[in-house]
Structures are given as C-alpha cells and as structure tokens.
C-alpha cells in the first residue's frame, strides 16, 4: 500500500524555468510533510517543509504547496538550476499512528538543462 | 557541527555472514531512525530508537534484523545470515527531537554475494 505517491519518475527542465515536482498522499492522517534532495552514492538532503495547518511555505528558490482537500503537494524551483540536477523525495508523517517515522513516495529524478 | 556519520560506506558479505552497520547521530541529537532503500524504490522506515530504547520497529523484518542505540557509542543495525536480498543501501537519520526534521547520513551500501 503505497501511501505517498510521486507519479513522475523524472522531470526535465531548461535553465532558469521553473520545476514543478508533485506528490500525492492518501492517508488523511498525515499532517507533517516534507522535501529531499538525493544526488548518487548520498544520503537525503532535507530542502523545505510544511505543517497541516498551512498551505504553503517559502525558503529561497524553493516554495512547497499544500493542498489538504485533494491529499497533494508540489515543490516549485524557480529558477532552476544545473545543480538542482538530483532525485527529489517527498514524505509525510502521522505522529498519531506512525509516531515519528517518515513515509516516502519513489522519487522524481529531476535534469536541469543548461 | 559534523553531520550523520555512516560506517562502512560500502559492506560485501557472503550469503549467512553478519553485517553490522554503525550510525554515529549529529551532536544533541538523540533520536535516531533507521531506513532501507531497495534498487529503484523509495526509503522505506525500518525502526526509531532513542537512547538505549526501541520506540518504532514496526518496519522491521521479524527474523535476522536488530537495532539498538546503547547510552554510549553508536547505534548499531545487525543483520544476521544475509541473503541476497538483503542487498540495498541503509540509511541512519537523527533529529534532536520528535515530529522534527530528519537529517540523513550518506547511507551504508550493503552487497551479498
């Protein structure tokens, strides 16, 4: 039962657009959610989160949307960067149930294009 | 402030062999949690460990696998009598607190052959 999911296994982008990566979810208890950057051979990079009690949140380049009725949430990175060339996890947590642990969607290989 | 230390960062065993993974959490932390990623899949949680307690191990496979996080010295994941299917990376996350922010650490890749 895979509770979060990343439909999109990669995402291609030009150079100073914007990246859209999106998650859905489908446990209604989740309320704590939360983005990775994974280059090869490294472990996650924790990059931005948003609690249930808001709809978005804002660091920098990186911006996350929460969208509580449709169980969605997307990562928008603007501009985009080679750098920013990696996987990107999304992940959720119910402390009710699951207490601390994080529950994590496939992942989207995001390619920035110079 | 040094991050999650992993080590080995690579580990081969024989099929049957032990594997013993150590993860040294960032300082002030003492929540650590454990997770496999299998190849071409997501992070799947295995266990939550504070120290010198077990919190979560509802990931955990119920035979081969254990955890502990003793009051000094690192948390240790041992996995007894590997099988070829054991092969995936493992990583160690810490937080300072509960419902807070996991930081990872660069994961132990674990091949059985």
């Known amino acids: 039962d895979q509770q979060v999911k990343q439909n999109s296994p990669s995402l291609s982008v030009q150079e100073g657009r914007i990246s859209i990566l999106n998650c859905d979810y489908t446990?209604?208890?989740?309320?704590?959610f939360l983005w990775y950057k994974k280059y090869p051979a490294e472990g996650p990079t924790f990059l931005i989160s948003i609690s249930s009690i808001k709809d978005k949140n804002e660091d920098g380049r990186f911006t996350v949307f929460l969208n509580k009725s449709a169980k969605h949430l997307s990562l928008h990175i603007v501009p985009s960067q080679p750098g920013d060339s990696a996987v990107y996890f999304c992940?959720?947590?119910?402390?009710?149930?699951?207490?601390?642990?994080?529950?994590f969607g496939e992942g989207t290989q995001l390619t920035v294009n110079p | 402030n040094a991050g999650v230390m992993q080590n080995p960062r690579h580990l081969v065993r024989r099929r049957g062999q032990e594997a013993r993974l150590r993860c040294s959490p960032m300082k002030g932390h003492s929540h650590v949690y454990w997770y496999r990623q299998l190849p071409e899949e997501g992070l799947k949680f295995m266990v939550y460990l504070q120290k010198e307690n077990i919190i979560d191990e509802s990931g955990m496979p119920k035979e081969r696998f254990s955890a502990e996080f003793p009051k000094e010295g690192p948390s240790i994941l041992r996995i007894q009598q590997v099988v070829r299917g054991d092969s995936a990376a493992y990583f160690c996350?810490?937080?300072?607190?509960?419902?807070?922010?996991?930081?990872f650490g660069p994961g132990t890749r674990l091949t059985v052959t």
């Open positions: 446990n209604s208890m989740f309320d704590y």
């Open positions: 996350a810490s937080s300072p607190r509960q419902l807070y922010e996991q930081y």
């Open positions: 992940a959720a947590s119910d402390p009710e149930t699951s207490g601390s642990r994080l529950t």
